[in-house]
């Protein structure tokens, strides 16, 4: 029945299947001790989303949380792979025990028996029939567990990506996340609901997108809501006249760690600092660096970012001007903007992305 209830919760019916870059994607890095060792390839629709969410995470871990002498990103290039490991351990737990309110984590591993048996009105996809949940009390336990099974989310063939997100929603419990269907069990959850849930531990949508809330079936009140450690930024230049650049939740803009999760014109990415500080003492947001990671396959370094947030009356106006396409700024200069109004973006000899 639970795993009636996954595929329930995601397609709104029970003989829809994951496409084939859903069923293909796993956890897979660059090659260790490069540039972007601390990296997750991503294609560039499907599951990236989701990849990219799970990247800011290990970010925060390499930067914010593991001990080693590196400083900066030396914290990200110099690892191995089992360091790489580690990190994706130390991510996916932070997210299930998150989503298990900090007092469980489920995780779906796909064993040889099969626990279901299809029935009428049933497609089975051979895998999903095949999922045995481990249930934890200990974040501890539950990362230790991740990192002595990684292979199971990180080697080709694993099917990695949705393994995780079917222990996502069982960390969450289905019950609860069923209430947020906008049509009951006819529904299917939405990508916010999901992408809410991988940075606050809460599924709410409307913290993501700028609707109205909270609503009855939305997760918390705003009282209840704290500054996370991971952020999310968003800007989509054809939505621009209809919704507001305020449209994310404040707290989500400025979370605790200068790590964002950004939505570009429909592209997701991560943009991050590398001072923990940097979001505690309004001096510090004057003029810093920002590093920004596309996921796309022909980026080969991180991007350095110079922000200025000074108000320079004398230079010319670099707002966006819709009517004139070559005054437009790249739309990861605009996302940035929806965070430090006004704000100027150099490159530092990158060609800008987006």
Aim: net charge positive; proline share 5%; hydrophobic share 40%.
């Amino acid at each position: 029945m639970a795993t009636w209830g996954l595929r329930k919760l995601l397609f709104g019916n029970l003989f829809h299947l994951f496409s084939c870059e859903w069923e293909k994607a796993y956890f897979r890095f660059h090659e260790p001790y490069s540039d972007l060792a601390y990296a997750l390839e991503a294609e560039k629709w499907g599951p990236r989303a989701i990849l990219m969410a799970v990247q800011a995470h290990i970010i925060k871990y390499l930067l914010f949380v593991r001990n080693t002498e590196y400083t900066h990103l030396e914290r990200l290039c110099r690892i191995n792979r089992r360091e790489q490991g580690e990190a994706l351990a130390a991510a996916l737990a932070d997210t299930l025990w998150a989503a298990g309110e900090g007092g469980r984590a489920v995780i779906c591993l796909i064993t040889a028996a099969i626990h279901v048996m299809p029935s009428r009105g049933y497609k089975a996809d051979n895998f999903t029939e095949r999922i045995q949940l481990f249930e934890f009390s200990e974040k501890a336990a539950a990362q230790k567990f991740i990192f002595d099974h990684i292979n199971c989310f990180k080697d080709e063939g694993s099917h990695g990506v949705i393994l995780f997100l079917y222990s996502l929603l069982f960390s969450r419990t289905l019950e609860r996340t069923f209430a947020l269907l906008p049509d009951g069990v006819t529904g299917a959850v939405s990508l916010q609901a999901m992408l809410s849930l991988l940075l606050t531990g809460r599924a709410s949508p409307h913290k993501l997108n700028g609707s109205r809330g909270p609503g009855p079936s939305s997760e918390g009140t705003e009282a209840q809501w704290r500054r996370g450690p991971v952020g999310y930024l968003h800007w989509d230049r054809a939505q621009r006249r209809a919704v507001p650049l305020s449209q994310v939740c404040p707290r989500l803009r400025t979370p605790r760690l200068p790590i964002w999760l950004c939505s570009v014109s429909g592209r997701y990415s991560v943009l991050f600092g590398t001072d923990s500080q940097l979001l505690s003492d309004w001096k510090m947001e004057r003029v810093f660096h920002l590093y920004f990671y596309s996921g796309q396959q022909e980026q080969r370094k991180t991007a350095r970012l110079t922000i200025d947030t000074h108000s320079h009356h004398w230079e010319k106006d670099q707002s966006e001007d819709p009517s004139s396409p070559g005054k437009r700024r790249p739309s990861v200069e605009m996302a940035i903007r929806t965070k430090w109004a006004g704000a100027t973006v150099n490159w530092n000899g990158t060609d800008p992305f987006f």
